[in-house]
């Protein structure tokens, strides 16, 4: 990778190596960076959107009914007829 002459590193070969190291963290740091980045939801027309079961509904410690936020897993609360996310602020209407 470097170039020696008598145990010296040549011009050329410290900025091949200097080269190849910074791509090699770039690359690093750009590949964790894309997979943390979070999806935006898309326009929801209300169509297909999944409905949760009546079977068990979620009740905070204040007896206020909640779900799980599908964008960011936070709470959910109800405010007339549109769920609302604590957290992200995503919403929906029922």
Same mark, same amino acid.
């Given at each position: 990778?470097?170039? $020696?002459?008598?145990?010296? =590193?040549?011009?050329?070969?410290?900025?091949k190596g200097s080269?190849?190291?910074?791509?090699? =963290?770039?690359?690093?740091?750009?590949? !964790?960076?894309?997979?943390?980045? !979070? $999806?935006?939801?898309?326009?929801?027309?209300?169509?297909?959107?999944?409905?949760?079961p009546a079977g068990?509904?979620?009740?905070?410690?204040?007896?206020?009914?909640?779900?799980?936020?599908?964008?960011c897993g936070g709470?959910?609360?109800?405010?007339?007829?549109?769920?609302?996310?604590?957290?992200?602020?995503?919403?929906?209407?029922?």
């Open positions: 990778m470097f170039e $020696q002459d008598n145990g010296n =590193v040549s011009r050329r070969g410290f900025l080269a190849l190291f910074a791509a090699a =963290v770039g690359l690093a740091q750009a590949l !964790p960076a894309q997979a943390q980045e !979070p $999806q935006k939801p898309a326009p929801d027309s209300g169509e297909n959107k999944q409905e949760k068990k509904k979620l009740v905070d410690k204040d007896g206020r009914e909640y779900r799980i936020c599908d964008m709470n959910m609360y109800k405010h007339e007829k549109t769920w609302t996310c604590e957290v992200c602020g995503y919403s929906y209407d029922e």
